[in-house]
C-alpha cells in the first residue's frame, strides 16, 4: 500500500494524527528531501527509513519502489511541504500503483492552496490551480488562458520572481483586477495582502528584498459582459 501524506506548509502542529500514525507505522519513507523531512521525523520522534524520491530520479524510481509494494511493504511519500502530488513529485508513482492495482491512500492535510483562496476574500465557490507558470517557453499562452478565465484562479510563484509575474498579470489581466498575495502561510511572519494588480504591485516594490517564503497568488477571474450579468440578473 502506498500512502501520500501531506506535510506541515511551515507550523508544525498542522501535521494531522493519522499523518504521524501512518509515518510510525510504514516500512519506508519516500522524501523529496532527506534532510528537510529528517528534521520533521526528529522532531516528532520518528524513525522509520528514508528514501531519496524527487523530480531528478522518479523516473527510474517508480520500477524500484514498485516491486518493495509488490512484496508487501507499506510506503509513505511525503515532500518538503504540503501534499504530494500538488506541484510535487508524486503523480507517477501514483499512477504507475493504480497501474498494477496497488492500493493508493491519500490522506488529507496541509496545502497552500486552499488556505490562501478562503483568506483572500475573492469568490472560491469555483477556481482554477495553475500552479508554477513556465519560466519561458508557454508562459505568455498560459498567461493569455488565464487573463480570459471566467473563475478565481491560483498560482505558485518563488519571492524573487513575485514583481514580476505581478507586472506580467497587469499586461495580461490588466492593473485594476483584484488579485491577493500571500506569503510564509502558517508561520509568524504570515502575511495576505488583497488589491488591485496595481494596488500589489506597488505594495511589493516598496518591500523589495524583503519578500521571503512561498508565495500564492490568488487572481480574480475576468469579468462576466454586462448582457450575461443582466440575464444572470432576471433569472434571479
Same mark, same amino acid.
Request: aromatic residues 6%.
Given at each position: 500500500?502506498?500512502?501520500?501524506?501531506?506535510?506541515?506548509?511551515?507550523?508544525?502542529?498542522?501535521?494531522?494524527?493519522?499523518?504521524?500514525?501512518?509515518?510510525?507505522?510504514?516500512?519506508?519513507?519516500?522524501?523529496?528531501?532527506?534532510?528537510?523531512?529528517?528534521?520533521?521525523?526528529?522532531?516528532?520522534?520518528?524513525?522509520?527509513?528514508?528514501?531519496?524520491?524527487?523530480?531528478?530520479?522518479?523516473?527510474?524510481?517508480?520500477?524500484?519502489?514498485?516491486?518493495?509494494?509488490?512484496?508487501?511493504?507499506?510506503?509513505?511519500?511525503?515532500?518538503?511541504?504540503?501534499?504530494?502530488?500538488?506541484?510535487?513529485? #508524486? !503523480? &507517477?508513482?501514483?499512477?504507475?500503483?493504480?497501474?498494477?492495482? @496497488?492500493?493508493?491512500? +491519500?490522506?488529507?492535510?496541509? /496545502?497552500? =492552496?486552499?488556505?490562501?483562496?478562503?483568506?483572500?476574500?475573492?469568490?472560491?465557490?469555483?477556481?482554477?490551480?495553475? #500552479? !508554477? &507558470?513556465?519560466?519561458?517557453?508557454?508562459?505568455?499562452?498560459? @498567461?493569455?488562458?488565464? +487573463?480570459?478565465?471566467?473563475? /478565481?484562479? =491560483?498560482?505558485?510563484?518563488?519571492?524573487?520572481?513575485?514583481?514580476?509575474?505581478?507586472?506580467?498579470?497587469?499586461?495580461?489581466?490588466?492593473?485594476?483586477?483584484?488579485?491577493?498575495?500571500?506569503?510564509?502561510?502558517?508561520?509568524?511572519?504570515?502575511?495576505?495582502?488583497?488589491?488591485?494588480?496595481?494596488?500589489?504591485?506597488?505594495?511589493?516594490?516598496?518591500?523589495?528584498?524583503?519578500?521571503?517564503?512561498?508565495?500564492?497568488?490568488?487572481?480574480?477571474?475576468?469579468?462576466?459582459?454586462?448582457?450575461?450579468?443582466?440575464?444572470?440578473?432576471?433569472?434571479?
Amino acid at each position: 500500500m502506498l500512502y501520500l501524506v501531506p506535510t506541515p506548509i511551515g507550523n508544525l502542529s498542522d501535521i494531522t494524527l493519522r499523518a504521524l500514525e501512518v509515518l510510525k507505522s510504514v516500512d519506508l519513507i519516500l522524501a523529496e528531501d532527506t534532510r528537510t523531512s529528517g528534521k520533521l521525523l526528529k522532531h516528532f520522534a520518528i524513525t522509520t527509513s528514508l528514501r531519496s524520491f524527487h523530480q531528478h530520479n522518479e523516473h527510474r524510481a517508480v520500477e524500484p519502489i514498485l516491486e518493495l509494494l509488490k512484496a508487501g511493504q507499506k510506503i509513505a511519500l511525503i515532500s518538503d511541504a504540503g501534499t504530494p502530488g500538488i506541484s510535487d513529485p #508524486g !503523480f &507517477l508513482l501514483a499512477r504507475a500503483c493504480k497501474d498494477a492495482d @496497488l492500493e493508493v491512500v +491519500a490522506l488529507p492535510g496541509a /496545502t497552500a =492552496v486552499i488556505p490562501a483562496i478562503v483568506a483572500s476574500g475573492l469568490p472560491s465557490d469555483k477556481f482554477f490551480f495553475e #500552479g !508554477f &507558470l513556465p519560466h519561458k517557453k508557454g508562459r505568455h499562452t498560459r @498567461l493569455l488562458f488565464l +487573463a480570459t478565465f471566467p473563475h /478565481t484562479f =491560483v498560482l505558485y510563484e518563488s519571492p524573487h520572481r513575485l514583481i514580476k509575474c505581478l507586472e506580467q498579470l497587469k499586461e495580461h489581466c490588466g492593473g485594476e483586477r483584484m488579485a491577493s498575495v500571500s506569503r510564509e502561510l502558517t508561520k509568524l511572519h504570515e502575511e495576505v495582502k488583497t488589491a488591485s494588480i496595481d494596488g500589489l504591485i506597488e505594495y511589493f516594490s516598496n518591500k523589495a528584498g524583503k519578500v521571503k517564503g512561498e508565495i500564492v497568488i490568488v487572481v480574480e477571474g475576468m469579468e462576466k459582459p454586462a448582457k450575461e450579468k443582466k440575464y444572470k440578473s432576471n433569472e434571479d
